[in-house]
């Protein structure tokens, strides 16, 4: 799938958000132990997409260079899978989980990177959500110890 | 903006002008405006007055444009909702030529703002100037787009595809007329060849599908109009790279309104599609040897709504923003639309005023100044 508009990178990111709060809410539902941890990612994923959409309401316009700033973002590789295996330990999915996690990541930085022609606020608003993953990251990763 | 009325609405006082005696001024509202609003932006445009109108506390009339009166009737629909009171915040829908006469005669409008052609605004400006009306009123465009050989073409180009052919090249912002300056043949070759392969890239169709680079005409008549031109520009002799009259559009829709995107190379400074306003997807590409003929040439046609200059060169932008007569003047920008704190300014034939809309212009245009000068016994 390829992207031009900006219009279309924020919906893919709005989209990716959703389906990863459906995502962390199943673990949080599934895995009660460690439900406190994927219910805050749920929220979180729901504030990235308050904050992407705010974003885009307020500083994309028309008269900015909204129509053709994303040349071909390619974005197949970063589409997570965020299917939940019925017998997954903790173990397996906290790897899925991760992989989720790198694939967003990307997919924000890049956008930050392809983002520069526009108000400083859009590729911002990418590389915060890009970096706060980190955190979120480690704390997956102390999921496998 | 409009939140901020209490404090942009405050005057200024001086204490002793004279033994005993302050004086200071205040704005008072005026009472009822007029706004007509053009068809291209008919949410945006008439929202660059009605608040500053209101805030600053008058009343407004607003007649939207024939060709899109929906977008202002829902606003209206919205205003009553959250309890405007009564004939605050008006619509009135009709002919424009009509409706605006009655405006200018009407004596209990104070001023009028206008946003369309240049010969309207013309009109608007010297018939609401007899009866004593206040008036911004702003007509057509044709903005040159100036880029150095010093420019960066990578980042310059995605700033004109917007500029040339954002909303169909339907707006009073849209870049018409590109001069790419200097004698290096090799950099004008990658700066056509560039801009026509962008060009030819954008996806035409459906404006609401978002991956949609551009939409329609806004009417068969419209459209009509734009294919006259072009016809016009290669009668003329330039020479058309780019044919937009070829139509790719996405989707199974109707050709009756649409165009892609068109560009002209080899253009005179005197040739009809260099000068007259096209409001559609054509851009015409002409050559100056140094930014002062660039400077030349724009100051050669007869509007002066908004000029950009493409450059690496801080001393050249700051050349071109001092001498360019443009009232909104772009530096790496191909869109100069001010934010509401500054005005939307405007010369030559694009304006027909004083004050502008926008900013604290508007502040002072929808307001009276009163000086009150005082003395206590």
Excluded at chain 2, 240 to 247: A, C, F, H, Q, Y
């Amino acid at each position: 799938m390829k992207l031009t508009t900006a219009s279309q990178v924020v919906s893919f990111a709005i989209e990716t958000e959703y389906k990863i709060e459906a995502f962390y809410k199943k673990l949080a539902e599934k895995y009660k132990d460690q439900s406190e941890v994927f219910t805050s990612f749920a929220k979180e994923s729901m504030k990235n997409k308050t904050v992407i959409q705010r974003t885009y309401q307020g500083v994309v316009s028309d008269a900015l260079e909204t129509g053709y700033s994303f040349e071909e973002f390619v974005v197949d590789d970063f589409i997570p899978d965020i299917s939940v295996p019925e017998k997954a330990s903790l173990f397996d999915v906290a790897k899925r989980a991760l992989q989720v996690e790198e694939k967003i990541q990307k997919f924000y930085q890049i956008a930050a990177q392809m983002s520069g022609g526009l108000l400083a606020d859009v590729p911002q608003t990418f590389e915060r959500i890009a970096s706060r993953i980190d955190k979120r990251k480690e704390s997956l990763k102390s999921l496998f110890k | 903006m409009a939140t901020g009325i209490p404090t942009l609405m405050m005057g200024y006082n001086l204490e002793d002008i004279a033994s005993g005696i302050d004086e200071y001024l205040i704005r008072q509202p005026l009472g009822v405006f007029s706004c007509i609003a053009p068809f291209n932006f008919p949410f945006m445009v008439p929202l660059w007055f009605i608040p500053y109108a209101l805030a600053t506390g008058n009343c407004i009339v607003v007649k939207p444009s024939s060709r899109c009166p929906i977008t202002q009737t829902k606003l209206i629909e919205l205003t009553e909702e959250a309890g405007f009171p009564p004939g605050v915040w008006s619509i009135v829908h009709g002919s424009g030529s009509m409706i605006s006469s009655e405006f200018i005669r009407h004596p209990d409008i104070k001023g009028i703002t206008f946003v369309g052609s240049t010969p309207v605004a013309k009109q608007i400006y010297r018939d609401a100037g007899q009866y004593g009306k206040r008036v911004i009123a702003q007509g057509g465009a044709k903005n040159f787009m100036v880029i150095m050989p010093d420019a960066d073409l990578k980042r310059t180009i995605p700033s004109l595809m917007t500029s040339f052919y954002g909303n169909t090249g339907q707006r009073c912002l849209s870049g018409a007329n590109a001069v790419v300056v200097g004698e290096d043949d090799k950099f004008y070759r990658e700066f056509v060849d560039t801009f026509c392969d962008a060009a030819s890239k954008i996806k035409v169709g459906y404006g609401l599908d978002e991956t949609i680079q551009m939409g329609p005409l806004q009417s068969k008549k419209a459209k009509e109009r734009v294919l006259g031109y072009i016809e016009k520009g290669i009668e003329e002799g330039a020479k058309i790279v780019l044919d937009g009259r070829k139509l790719r559009i996405e989707g199974n829709l109707p050709d009756d309104c649409f165009l892609n995107p068109t560009v002209f190379e080899n253009i005179r400074p005197d040739m009809v599609i260099a000068n007259e306003e096209i409001f559609g997807p054509v851009a015409s590409i002409m050559r100056a040897k140094d930014i002062s003929q660039a400077i030349d040439i724009i100051h050669g046609n007869r509007y002066g709504n908004s000029a950009a200059i493409f450059t690496s060169s801080g001393k050249t932008a700051r050349d071109f923003q001092y001498r360019v007569m443009a009232g909104n003047i772009g530096i790496n920008i191909g869109i100069v639309a001010p934010m509401a704190f500054f005005p939307f300014s405007g010369m030559k034939d694009s304006f027909f005023g004083i004050l502008h809309g926008q900013g604290q212009e508007a502040i002072r245009f929808f307001t009276e100044s009163k000086v009150v000068i005082q003395r206590w016994w």
